[in-house]
């Protein structure tokens, strides 16, 4: 069992950066795999990006990628989000994940654990 717990949404302008942070408590975080996803008003629920387990391979949607980066650090049992160069379509709520599956990691259906959210708001 893993509880997560979102940090760090705001209200920034176009071009700002947020540091979204995700903590996690529980046994074994360092054995998940982990994800971000984010969800605007009436709009689905989409894969931001992923870290495995290892650390080894990051994953990102072709929309934020270049301007957002992934990081863990199991040490502290939190996985990070940083967000540059936000745009106002990159506002929704921010959702953290974890999976022990191994399965695809951008499948919102493959994650076994969800934090409640944090809200990103960018304004032009």
């Known amino acids: 069992q893993v509880q997560l717990v979102e940090s760090g949404g705001g209200l920034v302008q176009a071009g700002g950066s947020l540091r979204l942070s995700c903590a996690a408590s529980?046994?074994?975080?360092?054995?998940?795999?982990m994800g971000w996803f984010r969800q605007a008003p009436g709009k689905e629920r989409e894969f931001v990006a992923a870290?495995?387990?290892?650390?080894?391979?990051?994953y990102y949607a072709d929309s934020v990628k270049g301007r957002f980066a992934i990081s863990r650090d199991n040490t502290k049992n939190t996985v990070y989000l940083q967000m540059n160069s936000l745009k106002p379509e990159d506002t929704a709520v921010y959702y953290c994940?974890?999976?022990?599956?191994?399965?695809?990691?951008?499948?919102?259906?493959?994650?076994?654990?969800w934090g409640q959210g944090t809200q990103v708001t960018v304004s032009s």
């Open positions: 529980g046994r074994a975080f360092s054995s998940y795999d």
């Open positions: 994940a974890a999976q022990s599956s191994r399965s695809y990691l951008s499948i919102a259906g493959n994650y076994n654990y």
């Open positions: 870290i495995t387990w290892s650390r080894s391979s990051t």
